[in-house]
């Protein structure tokens, strides 16, 4: 006798595979007036309904810039490689810039990974926790000694993003209610971004490399003296005091630590 275990695993690959393995699993329904075959098919048809429509919310731009036809298809094979590991739907799909990079069919949009990490920060911004703003007396009372070896924190909502095209005019191109140019120059250099969250908006902010360069090591648990020599490496015109003042203001930074 099958497991739940068992039945549960049968059960997924008939879902996603649908490739012949429905034996497996529909030996163990019961027809009625609806087929065994028909009634994990009518299932299928919801989990993949369910899965595209959570990938459509959070790559509006992706859709624009290959067309519906082209993502549906491009979803379902998505979802037959990656299946949601999450009961929560907002979790599911932030595998898509890594398989768009491996699918044959968009190897000419090279600039399309990008955007969909762009579009999946944007995603996980708008739903990431919030958090009280650094109040600047705290840093007062660290020693001078110890200011070195402060590892800030950056706002929950808030994710960094790079890339050698200009992802961001072509989000910005294919947001609701654009009227500027609509042609991107693809040879006109890259880009370092910050994306936050202002209003329940995602908001892209283009940093200096250095900034990037800082807030990318302080994300990553380094201590202001390396995260700060890391940008001063990447641009010598890297100001730490000014970065650290416009961050901490911005709400940018919002916590510290110091080592035990």
């Known amino acids: ?12 690959t008939a879902i996603f595979n649908n ?6 699993f529909t030996q163990n329904l019961v027809d009625g007036e609806i087929s065994s075959n028909r009634q994990l098919d009518i299932y299928r048809k919801n989990v993949f309904g369910c899965l595209t429509d959570a990938l459509k919310i959070a790559y509006p731009v992706i859709i624009k810039l290959v067309g519906a036809e082209f993502f549906d298809r491009l979803a379902e094979e998505f979802i037959r490689q990656t299946p949601s590991k999450s009961g929560n739907l ?4 932030g595998e898509l810039a890594e398989f768009i990079a491996e699918l044959p069919s968009a190897r000419e949009l090279v600039y399309l990974p990008d955007v969909a990490k762009l579009e999946w920060a944007c995603h996980e911004v708008f739903f990431s926790e919030d958090h009280l703003p650094l109040q600047s007396d705290r840093l007062a009372l660290v020693p001078e000694g110890q200011q070195d070896q402060l590892k800030f924190h950056l706002h929950p ?11 961001h005019r072509i989000w910005e191109n294919n947001q609701e209610g654009f009227t500027g140019d609509p042609a991107v120059d693809l040879d006109s250099g890259g880009v370092w971004l910050l994306v936050r969250r202002n209003d329940y908006q995602a908001v892209l902010q283009p940093l200096t490399q250095g900034q990037w360069s800082f807030l990318n090591s302080c994300q990553a648990g380094d201590d202001l003296s390396q995260a700060s020599a890391d940008a001063q490496k990447m641009d010598p015109h890297f100001d730490i005091g000014e970065t650290l003042k416009q961050c901490v203001a911005d709400s940018i930074l919002v916590d510290f630590s110091l080592p035990a």
């Open 1 to 12: 006798m099958n497991t739940l275990r068992d039945l549960q695993i049968d059960f997924a």
């Open 19 to 24: 490739s012949g393995e429905d034996a497996n």
């Open 90 to 93: 907002h979790n599911f799909g």
């Open 157 to 167: 909502a808030s994710r960094l993003i790079a890339s050698q095209f200009p992802v």
